[in-house]
């Protein structure tokens, strides 16, 4: 056995529910223990660690991560994008498969309509250098001030503007708040130290596991469907069915009845197994994906 070791961090906090769900089913079976901030892989040449996302670039960068789990708005925010090795984009939140996206808002009485409105303004955010590199990209000088939480409380009060990351939006518009721009969309990533994506055995170790990851995201939005067919109604059945590649079509015993196998999106089949039992399909059955390999 290897007596090399992956260092892995993996993001606490929002993400860290859905975090352990989706390495599960990619195949880790990862149990933690909250004291001691240790999540124990049951792969005895990973040995992982329990960090706040926005902490995790630095720590990989440096070298005392391998590998790391974080957002790009983090790594942007650190200013490490050229310390590190994007590895894999992986799409996921706390509350679904959407990116995340950070965005300008003002109060909606403010006459603030852009950027350019900011000029001499006062604004809060989680994101300060980012933030101030945007403003720069646009010409204009503010005060741009550190928030600690409740940011969306603080305009317009307290600031004229906040950027805040946000999923759907719904905390901003409780809060009376309007956007105005978006700076940019953040994904979750798996990042990796340059050093460590040097060493062929991590790199290796990194790349299985990045792809693991993508199949077990992949499936989330897939289901499979088998069905049985007539042989005079194959023709109108595989025309109405969508799929990744070629439906699989394999005989069966009885009256040269055929089994049509298929991988469709999941949103797609509300109206699709109806239209399926409609060109003659009988038996069908659907079924969930634990990885999808594309």
Request: with cysteine; net charge negative; glycine share 6%.
């Amino acid at each position: 056995m290897s007596d090399q070791t992956l260092k892995i961090g993996l993001p606490k906090g929002s993400l860290q529910e859905a975090t352990l769900a989706m390495f599960a089913k990619a195949g880790y079976r990862i149990s933690v223990d909250e004291r001691q901030y240790k999540p124990h892989f049951d792969d005895p040449e990973i040995s992982g660690v329990l960090l706040r996302a926005q902490e995790m670039p630095l720590y990989v960068a440096h070298g005392e991560l391998d590998c790391g789990l974080t957002g790009w708005d983090w790594i942007l925010e650190r200013g490490v994008e050229e310390l590190v090795v994007e590895v894999t984009d992986l799409v996921y939140a706390k509350r679904g498969m959407r990116p995340y996206k950070w965005v300008l808002a003002v109060h909606e009485s403010s006459d603030i309509r852009g950027p350019k409105d900011l000029q001499g303004k006062r604004i809060a955010t989680e994101l300060v250098e980012a933030t101030r590199k945007y403003l720069a990209s646009h010409g204009v000088e503010a005060e741009v001030e550190f928030s600690w939480g409740a940011t969306e409380a603080k305009c317009p009060h307290l600031v004229d503007a906040i950027v805040e990351g946000t999923e759907t939006g719904s905390t901003l518009r409780a809060n009376n708040l309007r956007v105005i721009d978006e700076l940019f969309e953040s994904t979750t990533k798996l990042i990796a130290n340059r050093a460590a994506w040097d060493d062929a055995w991590k790199r290796a170790k990194i790349e299985s596991m990045a792809l693991m990851l993508n199949a077990a995201l992949a499936a989330e939005s897939k289901v499979g469907l088998k069905m049985n067919v007539a042989p005079e109604n194959l023709e109108s059945v595989l025309a109405t069915l969508p799929a990744l590649k070629n439906p699989t079509v394999s005989p069966l015993a009885d009256n040269g009845w055929v089994a049509v196998e298929t991988i469709v999106d999941t949103d797609q089949v509300v109206t699709l197994i109806p239209a399926l039992k409609a060109a003659g399909a009988q038996g069908i059955i659907e079924y969930p994906l634990n990885k999808v390999i594309l």
